[in-house]
């Protein structure tokens, strides 16, 4: 079956840590840089959170991620190191435009702090499946329901897509072109709305009734078929990252 | 002991002007085995979907009458308590896998996960129904990858888990290849011996005749018929109701072959034959 998880399945320690560690990461790579805003700090977060990327053996994974990141971040290194407000440090100059050395360190450590959290993410989305994300999320108390549309978007989604190639497959076999310039696709994009959504509104609809008469409403506690999954170290982690983002409160408030 | 109770059930779906029910009354007793005809539009998977709760829970709109199941008044009770009395298998087995588990077996526990079954519990059952519906083999495969037979055994299968007394079935092998049908029904006929009570939609009436006690016969919402296969299959104006009896009944129809001492026309092969045997050699 055709998958849209970005999930990558190697063996790696990464890899067998509770998903809600991962959470807890992500809190951390957002918060460290911004309350200790100094460029050491955030380099050497990215230096971390690039560590673990290659420990879980998924960093060239990130790529694609961080080639459209990069592209954003190099626009907002270009408008700060020559337009912000405070520039006074000459860098250098080209031409007609002139780099300054405030801007640069300002959009240098904005660019890391992104580079962060989305390396941080890329963690959990590339080291953990989504089924046992919401499974451990579950557990912890979050509503079976929210759950229920995360793991089945992962499943549904890619028989939408399916159902659709299908009906383009259909349409093409009527003599209908679908390929060629980018008029010509368009115009083949519309008749492919109706069936495509009248038809998963209608299986909607089915599926919730089937939903509906298993119990999915249903008031009583829930149980699980399977065993929760044992992670270890995972009450140290979470604590550790608590620790360290109050020690660096802490810190700040101190200096 | 009667297990389902209809009076004067009276229902029309919301924005329609004409009723989809029309005061049906009817009693099912433990262990029968219904039949369900009629032609489109008839009211068949309305019918069954008031046994359920769904008609009027899920779609509202305006309902007269009452459904009694099992002893449960269908309008005070909700769709997740009448499920533990009553099942249902739709048409299509596609629509009814959930889309978030990851195999066969974590499908089949769904819903008794959702009911608070405990887990060694719900391995037994979960055996029980495999083995039940011939599906053993499957059971940690992909719900998606499985053929569209399997699919819907596996859809029968999570509903039997739930250990309803009253399985409904709309139409559960209208989307299958013969092969697949044919382990439907031998599924269903498997779990009609061990005292289910079974209503069943169908348009295949050899299979009708076959299996059912007693089939109903609708028309535009309205029961204009509920006894035996013989019976119903022997009435001259089956077809201004959309049905097609039996082959068999046709055969002997045409060679004016009753079941001897009897009004009717044989229904089954067993009976045809019976009837033929002497006749033709």
């Not at chain 1, 907002?76 to 020559?82: K, T, Y």
């Not at chain 1, 709305?193 to 509906?212: C, D, F, H, Q």
């Not at chain 2, 459904?67 to 087995?93: E, R, T, W, Y």
Request: charged share 20%; hydrophobic share 45%; proline share 5%.
């Amino acid at each position: 079956m055709k998958s849209i998880s970005l999930y990558t399945d190697r063996k790696s320690v990464l890899h067998s840590l509770d998903p809600i560690n991962k959470l807890y990461y992500i809190a951390f790579a957002i918060f460290i840089p911004i309350i200790l805003p100094s460029i050491e700090i955030s380099l050497a977060c990215v230096a971390l959170s690039f560590t673990l990327l290659i420990s879980g053996k998924v960093f060239t994974k990130t790529m694609p991620a961080f080639g459209v990141v990069l592209f954003t971040l190099l626009t907002v290194i270009l408008i700060q190191g020559l337009f912000r407000p405070g520039n006074a440090t000459i860098l250098f100059q080209a031409g007609p435009f002139t780099m300054y050395r405030e801007g640069l360190l300002y959009a240098s450590i904005l660019s890391l702090r992104v580079i962060n959290i989305v390396s941080s993410f890329m963690i959990l989305v590339l080291t953990t499946s989504p089924s046992d994300l919401v499974d451990s999320l579950v557990r912890k108390g979050m509503s079976p329901r929210i759950g229920y549309v995360i793991s089945s978007v992962f499943q549904i989604i890619p028989e939408m897509m399916a159902a659709m190639e299908t009906i383009t497959d259909a349409q093409r076999a009527r003599g209908m072109e679908t390929e060629g310039n980018l008029r010509v696709r368009i115009r083949a994009f519309f008749p492919l709305l109706g069936p495509v959504v009248l038809g998963s509104l209608i299986n909607t609809k089915e599926r919730a009734m089937a939903l509906e008469v298993r119990g999915f409403n249903a008031k009583s506690p829930k149980t699980y078929l399977l065993d929760q999954k044992q992670y270890r170290f995972s009450t140290v982690i979470q604590w550790g990252i608590l620790f360290v983002i109050g020690c660096a409160i802490v810190w700040r408030l101190a200096s | 002991m009667k297990k389902i109770i209809v009076e004067n059930l009276k229902y029309k779906y919301p924005l329609t002007e004409s009723l989809a029910l029309d005061n049906l009354s009817f009693e099912v007793e433990q262990g029968e085995f219904i039949g369900i005809i009629g032609a489109n539009a008839s009211g068949k998977s309305t019918l069954c979907q008031s046994i359920v709760g769904l008609v009027p829970h899920f779609y509202k709109g305006a309902y007269g009458g009452t459904v009694i199941v099992d002893g449960l008044k269908v309008m005070d009770h909700a769709v997740s308590d009448i499920a533990l009395k009553v099942g249902i298998v739709f048409q299509n087995p596609f629509n009814q896998v959930t889309g978030s588990k990851l195999t066969v077996l974590e499908e089949i526990a769904f819903g008794l996960e959702n009911i608070g079954v405990p887990q060694t519990e719900m391995l037994e059952r979960i055996e029980t129904v495999l083995e039940l519906l011939n599906i053993a083999p499957y059971r940690e495969r992909h719900p998606f990858d499985l053929s569209g037979g399997q699919m819907q055994r596996m859809a029968i299968a999570s509903i039997i888990a739930m250990k309803p007394n009253i399985i409904v079935l709309d139409e559960p092998t209208s989307q299958l290849d013969p092969e697949g049908a044919e382990e439907v029904f031998q599924a269903i006929h498997r779990l009609s011996e061990q005292g289910i009570t079974v209503i069943m939609v169908e348009h295949k009436m050899e299979k009708i005749a076959h299996y059912c006690n007693r089939v109903m016969l609708l028309q535009k919402g309205k029961m204009i018929d509920f006894d035996t296969p013989e019976k119903i299959f022997s009435r001259d104006d089956l077809e201004t109701y959309g049905v097609t009896a039996p082959v068999y009944t046709r055969v002997c129809k045409a060679l004016d072959l009753k079941i001897p001492g009897t009004d009717y026309y044989p229904v089954t092969l067993e009976q045809a034959s019976r009837v033929l045997g002497g006749k033709i050699k």
